[in-house]
């Protein structure tokens, strides 16, 4: 297998974008993506996508984007495991290029959200769960995530607080990211007096809905250093993992955390030869509080049941023992779901390169994104690392 | 790259299975696929599937067939590409073991239809077209494929009777194929007084709408060689290529054929070194009977404009010049969509073996599957030969 680096990253606006159509959102992030390697070809592309189908009555939405990107005749594929297909489709481009099958592949994910009724958005959200089994009988994801965060609290005495503090300090991060969907800060008070959505999850504990993409290129290594535009640090993956488990959150061991995140990471380390000490910044699946508290401990910056406390105690700011979420992550930044898993490792190779603004994490060398698809029954973590 | 093989091979019945659920296709094609290839894991999975989320509702798909297959913590990935989600998936797999990724990768193609009112399904498969430029203008798939056929024999003089042709011999290979949706000879007669359903397209000219399932499992070849279980010819993967078209139908320079064929073909050719003489056997992707002349044409098979008189000529027939869906196709065998490039290559294997059964071709030592998607959006072509 071949070295494979990230040469190209384009980062869309997020938000609720009436103006743009699925194929400006995609279009656009692939061009600039392109544009920034400076490549003038691309052999392979994929399109991480969640459900199209649904938001925007659209499947078979690969051709389509490379039709729109200029391209023809070439392979061009939609990958779809729910909130992580873009870190899905993402392993596709990398595993392609590593093969020696293809040299210069794009990956984008891209989302569509905000032209329906939000009834029917969360409608479409709800299909990443069990529909048979969870779905038929009422739950969605604020459910889901309510009961670990009951579970949780419960087991360890997280409390309120800390689970505020995750939105306080992700909204903060969001503030300073030109492209995020919220510029917004909040404080404690604010978050306590927000709907109740799904007890004890509030409204700022959930990400929104979201329109917006993100694109990114794969060369291998080898080549990668030869281009001749390079104007910052190269940046290569130096390991993946993904993993599944349970669709249904019923039918896992324990609720406290989620045992994929935990296996897809242990295969990321592996194939890295990094261990979390090594790993200087991290953008992480928050598409709930609970559910970044869960993956710090998850992944193992933190022991189990001590995420709530080390985010109270600012350990995951900017500055802090492990940046989380510089970006302003899902809670900040906004939800595109097809788009997250890639613009979580588009803002990381930003790290690596020192681009990421008034965000930048100091001497970031080796980054890690997790990205977590429905009640954690697909994880995907990868880890770059600056060559 | 690693050399691979098809090491098992899991067919499922085709037809309208309301008594089955989409998990049930997909388990048991899957364990069929695993039963025969004697393997005791699996470490990675794709699962091809064209519409679940408007068909089932339901997304997330590929842990889901992961976590009822009995399997949890490995990749499971889907994949859609409208018709030729199958073998996008196929592609995948191939490429994933190819790279010295996984050892043991599965790859299960399923579509659940019937569930649900046939003018909802009819609008679940119109979401592969244009929906922006075809779909609300209110042109479906038999509505395209009739502007093909038209043209074809305006330009070729291709008859009526050429197009029943290949709904005469595709029934007449599914009446002996025990997996097929019909068992139902058909003859011009019969196509002549059936429904017309888009001028000059009849009833007797389109593929069913079928639930079903197919799965395959890929390993290195040098692995394959090991196993202990071989009880028939070992089956490699010679080439594979995939192609891209414009989305919509009147974007494209030509109506009389496919480009992305033609592609796609020319890539596995290259990859396989083969030439057009060498292949025995093909199954061709007859969504509708015109798609299976202009596949033959576009894969040199036969020169452009004179596929209808091939195959009225009985050229394509078991026996033939060259056999084309000795399975029945798509038109009699049924077309499950995202099943629908899965089966083709089993079906394959299963001739490259010798375990056709009544539809064996004799001495069939390399044969070729052509996956179509969309009106030709998506084509994949895949080369595969007995070691």
Redesign the interface.
């Known amino acids: 297998?071949r070295d494979v680096a990230i040469v190209g990253i384009g980062i869309g606006k997020f938000g609720s974008l009436w103006e743009k159509?699925f194929r400006d959102l995609a279009v656009e992030a692939s061009l600039d993506a392109i544009k920034d390697a400076g490549v003038d070809h691309i052999d392979s592309m994929y399109v991480g996508n969640?459900?199209a189908?649904?938001l925007?009555?659209?499947?078979?939405i690969?051709?389509?984007v490379?039709?729109y990107l200029g391209?023809?005749?070439?392979?061009?594929?939609?990958?779809?495991?729910?909130c992580a297909s873009g870190s899905?489709a993402f392993?596709?481009g990398l595993?392609?290029v590593?093969?020696?099958?293809s040299d210069v592949v794009l990956v984008v994910g891209a989302e569509k959200m905000t032209d329906i009724k939000t009834s029917e958005a969360l409608y479409?959200l709800s299909?990443?769960?069990?529909?048979?089994y969870e779905?038929y009988q009422g739950i969605t994801f604020p459910g889901l995530f309510a009961l670990v965060a009951k579970r949780h609290m419960f087991e360890f005495g997280t409390t309120r607080k800390q689970l505020s503090a995750v939105a306080i300090k992700n909204h903060k991060n969001a503030y300073r990211n030109p492209k995020a969907q919220f510029h917004q800060l909040v404080n404690e008070e604010d978050i306590e007096n927000s709907p109740m959505i799904a007890d004890p999850l509030r409204l700022y504990d959930c990400s929104p809905i979201t329109d917006g993409a993100a694109a990114v290129i794969l060369m291998p290594l080898d080549e990668a250093k030869k281009l001749s535009n390079l104007h910052h640090p190269l940046v290569k993956v130096s390991g993946i993992g993904?993993?599944?488990?349970?669709?249904?959150l019923a039918?896992r061991d324990s609720l406290v955390g989620f045992?994929?995140t935990t296996?897809a990471a242990k295969k990321a380390y592996k194939m890295s030869e990094k261990k979390i000490e090594d790993i200087d910044v991290a953008e992480i699946h928050d598409c709930f509080t609970i559910a970044e508290i869960c993956a710090i401990e998850d992944l193992g910056f933190f022991p189990k049941g001590k995420g709530g406390e080390a985010v109270e105690a600012g350990l995951t700011e900017i500055g802090g023992k492990i940046p989380i979420n510089p970006s302003g992550g899902l809670k900040g930044k906004g939800h595109p779901v097809g788009a997250t898993g890639v613009v979580q490792i588009a803002n990381i190779v930003e790290q690596l390169r020192g681009e990421a603004g008034e965000n930048q994490v100091k001497n970031a060398k080796v980054g890690l994104a997790q990205n977590l698809?429905?009640s954690g029954?697909?994880v995907v973590v990868t880890i770059l690392e600056v060559v």
């Not at 993904?242 to 249904?248: E, P, R, V, Y």
């Open positions: 297998m159509s969640f459900s189908g649904t925007i009555e659209q499947e078979h690969a051709p389509l490379a039709d391209y023809r005749l070439i392979p061009s594929t939609r990958v779809e495991n729910a899905s392993r596709m595993i392609e590593a093969s020696g099958i479409s299909l990443a769960a069990d529909r048979e779905g993904q993993a599944n488990d349970t669709i249904a039918q045992a994929a296996e698809g429905g029954a697909t």
